[in-house]
């Protein structure tokens, strides 16, 4: 009987410490709890345990926004955007060397063709979304102009989209000499007053204000001409231009347009 007795106060002692609270867990928890009311301050802390399920779901979905950035970067980006990238930029250098460096404007259009390299028509539908493709759009039209098609010029130039300052005022002067080429000097006047209007720099708006002042002596419309070619060589003195500008100027006020003279000769 006493062994029985000593059997079942075994049991009760040992069914007494599985029941007993874990003082390890107590302390993990008192932890915790501490090093958020350090976080978060006395007033944090309080609103933190009156709004646990609240707080704990912005902090998931705070952290859930964190992680699909971090899958965008690693996955979207590095595995799939930049090794496209990569890709357009090797196309694209083979159909820039056709152009600029050969002057081969055909083949720097439409490609080889045997097929071994892509031309800029082709670069710039296939990679539409990436740099390379904005940079073979340009490139499009450029290259269209000089291949003496100006109306396709005017539309794939129409298509480019750069906020920088050289290369998308470039693209709207050249719209402007596309509209020259075919005669339509109202028009080209309208791109080439975007481009000197559009971001004011040293290379470019000097270049566009004489080409607009060419379109307003063309239309007679001297005083206006004037004021642009003054423009240039009080606003832009060390400008290539500046000494043609005010040359050009003064002729104007005597009453002797120059233009006749600078078509003549090809400018």
């Given at each position: 009987?006493a062994?029985n007795k000593?059997?079942?106060?075994?049991?009760?002692?040992?069914?007494?410490?599985?029941?007993?609270?874990s003082?390890?867990?107590?302390?993990?928890e008192?932890?915790v709890?501490?090093?958020?009311?350090?976080?978060?301050?006395?007033k944090?802390?309080?609103?933190?345990?009156?709004?646990?399920?609240?707080?704990?779901?912005?902090?998931?979905?705070?952290l859930a926004?964190l992680l699909?950035?971090?899958?965008?970067?690693?996955?979207?980006?590095?595995?799939?955007?930049?090794?496209k990238?990569?890709e357009a930029?090797?196309?694209?250098?083979?159909?820039e060397?056709?152009?600029?460096d050969e002057q081969?404007?055909?083949?720097?259009?439409?490609?080889?063709?045997l097929g071994?390299?892509?031309g800029?028509k082709?670069?710039?539908?296939?990679?539409?979304g990436?740099?390379a493709?904005k940079i073979?759009?340009y490139?499009?039209g450029?290259s269209l102009?000089?291949?003496?098609?100006y109306?396709?010029?005017?539309?794939e130039?129409?298509?480019?989209?750069?906020q920088?300052?050289?290369?998308?005022t470039?693209?709207q002067?050249?719209?402007?000499?596309?509209?020259?080429?075919l005669?339509?000097?109202?028009?080209?006047f309208?791109?080439y007053?975007k481009?000197?209007?559009?971001k004011e720099?040293e290379?470019?708006?000097?270049?566009?204000?004489?080409?607009?002042?060419?379109c307003?002596?063309?239309?007679?419309?001297?005083?206006?001409?004037?004021?642009?070619?003054?423009?240039v060589?009080?606003?832009?003195?060390?400008?290539?231009?500046a000494?043609?500008?005010?040359?050009?100027?003064?002729?104007?006020?005597?009453g002797?347009?120059?233009?006749?003279?600078?078509?003549?000769?090809?400018e």
């Open positions: 009987m062994e000593n059997k079942t106060d075994d049991k009760t002692t040992e069914k007494s410490v599985d029941n007993k609270p003082s390890e867990n107590i302390t993990q008192n932890l709890e501490n090093n958020i009311e350090l976080i978060l301050g006395e944090g802390y309080e609103y933190y345990i009156n709004n646990k399920k609240k707080v704990t779901f912005y902090s998931v979905a705070v926004i699909a950035a971090l899958a965008y970067k690693l996955i979207y980006v590095q595995m799939i955007v930049e090794p990238e990569e930029t090797e196309k694209l250098w083979q159909a060397s056709k152009a600029f081969d404007w055909e083949s720097a259009i439409n490609g080889d063709s071994f390299f892509k800029f082709q670069i710039s539908k296939k990679y539409s990436q740099n493709g073979a759009q490139n499009l450029i102009l000089n291949n003496k098609e109306e396709n010029a005017i539309i130039l129409k298509k480019v989209n750069f920088d300052e050289l290369l998308g470039i693209s002067g050249a719209i402007g000499d596309a509209y020259m080429q005669g339509a000097v109202s028009d080209a309208v791109y007053q481009a000197y209007q559009r720099n290379l470019t708006t000097p270049l566009y204000l004489m080409r607009a002042a060419l307003l002596e063309i239309e007679e419309n001297y005083s206006k001409a004037i004021e642009l070619y003054e423009m060589y009080k606003n832009y003195p060390s400008s290539k231009d000494v043609r500008a005010e040359k050009y100027a003064e002729s104007l006020k005597l002797n347009p120059v233009y006749k003279f600078d078509m003549s000769n090809g």
